[in-house]
């Protein structure tokens, strides 16, 4: 059926970044030659190469983090802790100056919808900023001793989901603390960290303090694996924080991982169906699921399931999926070829397990990475796509019977990230939350994010909390 009113494109122009042909590494303030093999990092909606940016080999790791120790040591250690505070408030408010060219990047490198990255993204980071820039000077009445002190290096490896966002969450509450910083972006999503290195630099931080080192996989693990680096923090796939966890056992080096997730959003026969749609939509399909506290799998009560589904699918046939950079689009471009492929794997066994799949109607643009949003119905426990973090549009629907059932079924994963649950009943919300497993609980309501609140994971989904009062703790030491 086609609509009485159909959308006009809306793109957001692009003219405001200026895409350099190629990067190098930031270290010690300068950007410099990397000695690796320069990655391309490439628009997933389009394929168009966007850059070229150096990758950062043992030697030149070495070097960032010789960098950094010298600016704790002889700079940002010794420095007042409200002026430290001062360049955190310098960074947010900078951030903030340059938004939508921060947007328009993250965006183009990443292939999330501009609507994401300009409403979410963005202010987030430098809400983080902000944020942050308030303990500078308050660490003493955080409630984790009388004197806390920073550990020293901080080495940080992020991943391509939220490249922004990310790095806001590792560098803000390093720097607070008192910490320096070596940080490696995702190999796909380096840009905005570059552009965040040229923030650095505007801000007149001092040289060491923050520096970015791009690079594969091999880089991350010369950052972690850096006998000077005193604090390691991960945020990526569970297979990859074992590894880390492995590197970093019987050294010194303090450790928080952060790590994939298989979320159970569970609805309540009393919960207003319409607003539940809605969460469950921000749930899956924010970030195209690209989200590690994605809410990947639909808990229904039985006697609701058919409404629920029926909404649910007439709602998803509604939802934009294209040009991210169009302000109207919801669904964007997968990141890469290989996750891609690696969704394209995962849903391939939810139909030879026997679920069924379905997805809407239309066509999807003939270049760049592509997958519709997708729901499976008839799906067990035991499948697959009931079981795995397919870290993409596609959601897996169960049921249950009683709230038992439904703890039951939620806690029954390796993961334990989040969850979320929908119901008019108070005290059924605050017994549930009670009995799950998982770090983060939302309540009719679902994907919010807030610097002032912890998040982390139980069980494979990692250790530690970023933001809040608790975040804080991962970056001090309070010995005396
Ligand atoms: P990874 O865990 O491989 O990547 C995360 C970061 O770690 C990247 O910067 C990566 O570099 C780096 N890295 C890779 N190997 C090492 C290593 N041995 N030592 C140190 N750093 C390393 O995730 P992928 O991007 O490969 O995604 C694979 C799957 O992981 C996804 O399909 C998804 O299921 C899950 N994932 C979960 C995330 C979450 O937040 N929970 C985030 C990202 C992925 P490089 O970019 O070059 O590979």
Redesign the pocket.
Known sequence: MTSLFEYAPAPESRSIVDIRPSYGLFVDGEFTDGTGTPLKTVNAATEEVLSEVATGSDADVDRAVRAARRAFVKVWGPMRPADRGKYLFRIARLLQERAREFAVLETLDNGKPIRESRDVDVPLAAAHFFYHAGWADKLEHAGLGPAPRPLGVAGQ?????FPLL?LAWKIAPALATGNTVVL??????PLTALLFAEICQQADLPPGVVNIVT???????A???HPDVDKVA????????R??AR?VAGTEKRLTL????KAANIVFDDAPIDQAVEGIVRGIFFNQG???CAGSRLLVQESVHDAVVAALQRRIGTLRVGDPMDKNTDLGAIN?A??LA??RELTAFGETEGATCWQPDGDLPDRGFWFKPTVFTDVSPAHRIARD????PVLSVLTFRTPDEAVAKANNTTYG?SAGIWSEKGSRILKVTDQLRAGVVWANTFNEFDPTSPFGGYKQ?GYGREGGRQGLAAYLRSDS
């Open positions: 490896v992020i991943p391509w989901n990310m490696k972006p995702a190999e796909t999503t690079g594969a996989g091999e880089t991350g693990r950052v972690i694996s991960f945020t990526g796939s569970t297979e990859v924080g590894a880390i590197a952060e790590l994939g997730g690209h989200v590690c890469s290989e996750q690696r969704i973090e397919v870290f993409g990230l989904s």
